[in-house]
């Protein structure tokens, strides 16, 4: 079971580095600093990809230290898929990075923040199959609607050398859908920068 669920911790120390990083946007908002950044000729696409790029540099860091002790969990680090492992991180933590940086900007406080991370993020990881397989019914859609599912997928098809009968989904599928949202949700805090701009120079 360690073997199983060693994913699912890398991949909640991916969620929460995430979290924890985006929370920031609140504390520079209020503190005036977004607002000089804002007024640079620098893009918005560039204020999300630079704050996306330091907190997934951040995870890859973070993971790395954790796979030290991987060995005792069963995991063989000789037999780990590492270009599958990274890019399976890089991708998940930049979807979720985005996803916070949208919520993060919207938001007006830390605890309102908290609340919203409490409601949505962690079940997300609780219905990532971290903890248990996908089942039938209903949540076994949400599983496979589940954009942290894929990670979970991607990081336990790696961890076992590219290949695990334990993950409910392909490989090559899951890394598709994790570009795919990566995509979506870094286009959504793009979009939520530039509209929060026009709307305070109306």
Not at 36 to 47: D, E, G, K, N, T
Not at 79 to 87: E, K, S
Not at 163 to 180: E, R, Y
Request: hydrophobic share 55%; proline share 4%.
């Amino acid at each position: 079971y360690l073997a199983y669920f060693f994913p699912g911790i890398v991949a909640m120390i991916v969620l929460f580095t995430a979290v924890f990083a985006t929370m920031s946007v609140i504390e520079d908002r209020q503190r005036g600093f977004l607002q000089q950044v804002m007024v640079l000729p620098s893009s918005r696409a560039a204020i999300v990809l630079g704050k996306t790029a330091g907190v997934t540099t951040m995870a890859v860091v973070q993971v790395s230290l954790t796979m030290a002790v991987a060995p005792l969990a069963g995991v063989d680090l000789l037999g780990v898929h590492w270009p599958m492992f990274f890019a399976a991180l890089v991708l998940g933590c930049a979807g979720l990075t985005s996803l916070n940086f949208s919520l993060a900007w919207v938001v007006n406080s830390t605890a309102g923040y908290h609340g919203v991370m409490a409601v949505v993020m962690l079940p997300l990881w609780v219905l990532s199959g971290a903890m248990f397989p996908a089942g039938e019914g209903w949540m076994g859609w949400a599983m496979r609607l589940n954009p942290m599912a894929y990670l979970v997928d991607g990081l336990r098809h790696a961890m076992a050398g590219g290949f695990s009968p334990d993950a409910n989904s392909g490989a090559g599928f899951g890394l598709t859908v994790l570009a795919g949202t990566a995509a979506v949700f870094t286009a959504l805090a793009v979009r939520t920068v530039a509209r929060s701009t026009q709307n305070a120079r109306v």
